[in-house]
């Protein structure tokens, strides 16, 4: 059973939603972080990166940076730049990207759901990424991105979120990068007791994108738990999508050298893998088991052989089978996340940044068939984790939307 709740978010005043929002902290390195703060100080990556209010000689993790997210935070709410809203409501906030809606539900989900395993989890974390995110909760009282959420969905909900998506939304605007953002605020009694109920049937939810900023949001509510009491920081900001809602894109590799091959040895050797068939125009895989390859200026399209498909969650994924038996075994790349001679590109970017890579910087490059939100569900419910580089959620939830108060 889930322990969703709703809250009293801060929101940006009307009139200056699209000023504010703003893709999550970790998409930009620090200079890039400047620029855009530069160009907009009214984003809110002023705030989850406040390092962009100092000069290069202070250190990105210094504790004046905190503090000024801290004094920034409030001094934007005093000023009612954000308002609170009046009781605890639900949220509705829907993005569109190239003409294709994603709903989601806004809430508040439990720190005591994560540590049981209620809420699923398949990347590792690690201790130094989680710290920054840490000490910014810590020290500004306020969780400020959400984290990315899924659960199976009905048809209850899917009829729900129908309902509400065809009044007048509070919040509507599209950002710099084109994507459409609508906010619903659901204040109703009855619909909060609806989605209530709907959350407690739930034995599982899944994080999609944003493990590092729900591991932090969690061990700051564990440092605050105080047993018997009910407290905001037992409870992480989250949105919460229904699988139909979401969409998956390929995160393709590309590869520096071929360990020594020639390209004909390559092909010869890869060829006991895959069928391999020549291409005049890019290859998009269209199924699971094929990849596009790049090489030498030419696309091909690889089929991978019977032989080699798994049954198991992990082993049977697209990119465990290309780590496997192509990077691994052909071209002694061992561990994906610490080995400089591969590089991973986003679908997003399209295959023109695989073959621009490989003019670049790079000899090999690797369209993938997108990773499928029920492999994801059940690697999350063998308890197992993906490969790094696995899954690229689009469109990226707004920061500055929607902030969550876990002060007492």
Known sequence: MADIRPFKAYMPAKGLEDK???????????????????????????????????????????????????ELIWDWISKGRFVQSDSPCYYIYQEIMDGRPQTGIV???SVNDYENNIIKKHENTLAAKEQD??????????????????FRSNNDIDSFLQKITEDIPYFDFVSEDG?????????????????????????????????????????VGAG?????????????????FPENQLKIMDYNRVVKDLNGYSVEEFLE???????????????????????GMYLDGSWYSLELKSEWKDDDPVEGLDVSILQK???????????????????????????????????????????????????LFAVADAGRLMPPKSTWFEPKLRSGLFLHDISE
């Open 107 to 109: 809430g508040c989900s």
């Open 269 to 291: 050797e890869l060829d006991n893998y895959y069928h391999i068939g020549g291409s005049d125009i890019p290859v998009k895989p269209a199924k699971k088991g094929q990849c």
């Open 325 to 375: 038996y192509v990077l691994d075994g052909l071209l002694d790349i061992k561990d994906p996340k610490t080995d400089s001679r591969v590089g991973f590109v986003g679908g997003i970017r399209g295959l023109e940044e695989l073959e621009r890579r490989c003019n670049d910087d790079c000899v090999l490059a690797f369209a993938m068939y997108p990773t499928d939100i029920m492999e």
């Open 133 to 150: 995110r840490i000490r910014h909760i810590d020290t500004t009282n306020m969780q400020t991105g959400p984290i990315f959420l899924a």
């Open 179 to 219: 994507i459409g953002h609508k906010v619903w605020i659901v204040d109703k009694d009855e619909d909060i007791k609806f989605l209530n109920s709907e959350f407690e049937k739930m034995n599982a939810i899944y994080i999609a994108d944003g493990h590092h900023r729900c591991a932090s949001a969690c061990k």
């Open 224 to 240: 605050r738990h105080i047993d018997g009491q009910k407290k905001e920081s037992d409870y992480f900001l989250s949105v919460l």
């Open 20 to 70: 504010i929002a703003a893709l999550p902290y970790d998409v930009y390195n620090r200079e890039e972080s400047v620029e855009v703060v530069k160009a907009n100080p009214d984003s809110f990556l002023r705030i989850d990166r406040a390092e962009t209010n100092f000069d290069m000689s202070v250190d990105t993790y210094a504790p004046e940076v905190y503090e000024k997210a801290k």
